[in-house]
């Protein structure tokens, strides 16, 4: 793109952006659940089903034109460039048809008139959408937060969304999105277009269901901390019959799932860890002494005697820091505390390097005895040597216990 054609951006995107200085406004709660919090935290939703009486309004940009908007409506509108009408999906005009001609820069936005607001709170959070591409997929297809140009935070998607003619939910860490090559950073505190969708190949797709939301509900294309392929790790081998499920993105049909019965807690000695979740991969932090574990409540307790002996914990760990701590310990607990019987995950096993690895730990080192296991009150125990778990940083996923290895070689842990 010229440096012409995106100055032509800011003047196309002027009115909206004068009318609106000092309208700044913070998502609110209504009907339609913009701003609104529930089990799964805080969400604005921008267009589709659940915003029916959202403000923003979705437009087309075509740069042939000279970067003219044109508020998209059920009639269709064309524009040298793309054409985009609403359709029904799941409600009234609750989808947009695009057709992106392939001919220049054809981009989808989301804008409320002059109004800006307030998207800090998702600093942390995810942009999600549902997607349905009806041509190939364009290898310069990008979604971006925009304030004018040069202020935008984009994300390329090529290679996360697929030509299948099939719903697809795209989930996107704001982290994430970042200036691209001329572009300048902003604060999310005043945002005029909070959604921008642009390529200049040829696309049909239609997008619905387009939100801000604290906590991700699809399996995020990359991972929320490192914002790379998070691919890897959430394709684990099947598990087997006999096999216990507790924390596990794979095929689990054979296998006793037990996840509703050991639940994720944390603990910090002062203060508070820092601990994110988001397509199934946890990672946390640590400031101080303290730990991550999955615990059964009252009456859940489950029996893991049977599994000492000769089974294994499968998880896939990365540690970005092993900060003050030699290693990462991981083990189980009964009834009573375990303070002495762990596996010590250290660099020469899995290297601070940020990568993900598999490990298969056998489920003795995790525990004094088999009768110990009896009655498991924590199935997964991970901390740091106490006392020196300052700096310690790492993310782990795909946990179960089974009796088969699903890892080859010598060695309890492989890189990914």
């Given at each position: 793109m010229s440096n012409l054609n995106k100055k032509l951006i800011a003047i196309a995107m002027l009115p909206f952006l004068l009318a609106g200085c000092g309208e700044e406004q913070k998502p609110s709660s209504s009907d339609s659940g913009v701003g609104s919090s529930d089990s799964t935290g805080r969400v604005f939703n921008l267009f589709g089903v659940k915003a029916v009486d959202s403000v923003y309004k979705?437009?087309?940009?075509?740069?042939?034109?000279?970067?003219?908007?044109?508020?998209?409506?059920?009639?269709?509108?064309?524009?040298?460039?793309?054409?985009?009408?609403?359709?029904?999906?799941?409600?009234?005009?609750?989808?947009?048809?695009?057709?992106?001609?392939?001919?220049?820069?054809?981009?989808?936005?989301?804008?409320?008139?002059?109004?800006?607001?307030?998207?800090?709170?998702f600093e942390s959070g995810y942009l999600e959408f549902n997607i349905r591409s009806k041509s190939a997929v364009p290898d310069d297809l990008t979604v971006a937060i925009d304030n004018g140009w040069p202020n935008r935070k984009v994300f390329s998607l090529n290679g996360y969304v697929n030509f299948t003619n099939d719903w697809e939910g795209i989930s996107i860490p704001i982290k994430c999105m970042k200036p691209g090559s001329g572009m300048n950073d902003?604060?999310?505190?005043?945002?005029?277009?909070?959604?921008?969708?642009?390529?200049?190949?040829?696309?049909?797709?239609?997008?619905?269901?387009?939100?801000?939301?604290?906590?991700?509900?699809?399996?995020?294309?990359?991972?929320?901390?490192?914002?790379?392929?998070?691919?890897?790790?959430?394709?684990?081998?099947?598990l087997a019959a006999g096999d216990l499920s507790v924390y596990y993105t794979g095929d689990k049909s054979l296998a006793t799932d037990i996840s509703d019965k050991y639940t994720l807690g944390d603990f910090v000695v002062s203060g508070s860890s820092t601990k994110t979740e988001s397509g199934?991969?946890?990672?946390?932090?640590?400031?101080?002494?303290?730990?991550?574990?999955?615990e059964a409540g009252t009456g859940n307790e489950r029996d893991f005697s049977s599994f000492y002996a000769a089974s294994y914990m499968t998880i896939d760990l990365k540690v970005d820091n092993y900060g003050s701590s030699p290693n990462l310990q991981v083990k189980m607990e009964g009834a009573t505390s375990n303070d002495a019987n762990f596996y010590a995950v250290d660099n020469s096993l899995v290297p601070a390097d940020s990568s993900w690895y598999r490990c298969n730990l056998p489920v003795s080192s995790l525990a004094p005895s088999d009768t110990y296991l009896n009655s498991t009150k924590k199935a997964v125990y991970l901390s740091g040597q106490w006392d020196s778990m300052v700096g310690l940083e790492f993310s782990f996923t795909n946990i179960a216990f089974i009796n088969t290895k699903n890892i080859s070689g010598a060695s309890d842990c492989i890189k990914l």
């Open positions: 979705a437009l087309i940009l075509s740069a042939t034109d000279g970067y003219a908007s044109t508020v998209v409506t059920d009639a269709y509108v064309s524009s040298s460039d793309i054409n985009a009408g609403l359709i029904n999906n799941n409600g009234t005009n609750d989808t947009i048809d695009v057709e992106i001609k392939g001919v220049a820069s054809g981009s989808l936005m989301l804008q409320a008139g002059e109004q800006k607001e307030d998207f800090s709170s902003f604060s999310l505190d005043s945002v005029a277009t909070p959604f921008f969708m642009e390529s200049s190949k040829a696309y049909s797709y239609e997008i619905t269901d387009i939100a801000y939301k604290e906590k991700s509900e699809f399996t995020p294309v990359v991972d929320a901390t490192s914002c790379t392929s998070s691919a890897s790790v959430n394709n684990p081998a099947a199934q991969v946890v990672h946390l932090s640590l400031p101080v002494n303290g730990g991550i574990f999955f």
